[in-house]
């Protein structure tokens, strides 16, 4: 099985730009055998039995419905709106998505090398100015929560790249 492995967010991807602006991020990578494209591994993330837990949740609490013909079109580019997110970048390798509220990203990256394939899955949590004293944070909601965001991040890696190899 798929080993998955906290790693540095790499400098030249789409995600990057979030390691220079007080927003927490992270990053996820693990290797399968084969290549493996980013479609393949959109879809995988989305479809996977621990993604269409988080699925059923935003369809009744923020009215935002998604299934895996939607995952799929999001997987191919031909859909730009997925469940809570918006595409907010793509490369051939890389997917970006941003949150409906713009306060976190998803992110997916792919690399090859010789017969192996590298996914990536990282988030960024933009911080809030708060009005009163012009500071910014995060937010003490995220900070309560990031040990739970961390290990869901690993999980959801952990599946979807589990669902490849099964596949």
């Known amino acids: 099985m798929p080993s998955v492995k906290k790693c540095v967010v790499p400098q030249n991807s789409l995600l990057a730009a979030y ?3 007080g927003s927490y991020t992270d990053c996820y990578r693990t290797e399968l055998t084969g290549h493996i494209l980013l479609p393949a591994f959109v879809k ?13 949740i935003l369809k009744y609490t923020v009215k935002r419905p998604s299934n ?12 730009t709106k997925f469940a809570a ?12 998505m941003c949150d409906m509220m713009r306060r ?5 990256m792919v690399t090859h090398e010789n017969e192996r394939t590298q996914l990536y899955f990282g ?15 995060l937010g003490f909601l995220f900070l309560i929560l990031l040990g ?3 290990l869901y991040s690993y999980l959801l890696l952990y599946f979807a790249s589990r669902s490849i190899v099964n596949s």
């Open 44 to 56: 995988a993330f989305y479809t996977n039995w621990l993604f269409k837990l988080e699925a059923f």
């Open 85 to 96: 997110w918006d595409m907010e970048g793509r490369t051939e390798n890389e997917l970006l």
């Open 148 to 150: 739970f965001h961390q």
């Open 104 to 108: 976190t990203r998803s992110w997916f």
């Open 123 to 137: 988030s960024a949590v933009v911080p809030v100015r708060n009005q009163k004293t012009g500071k910014s944070s």
């Open 68 to 79: 895996d013909m939607e995952a799929q079109e999001l997987a191919e580019g031909t859909r």
């Open 19 to 21: 390691t220079r602006d």
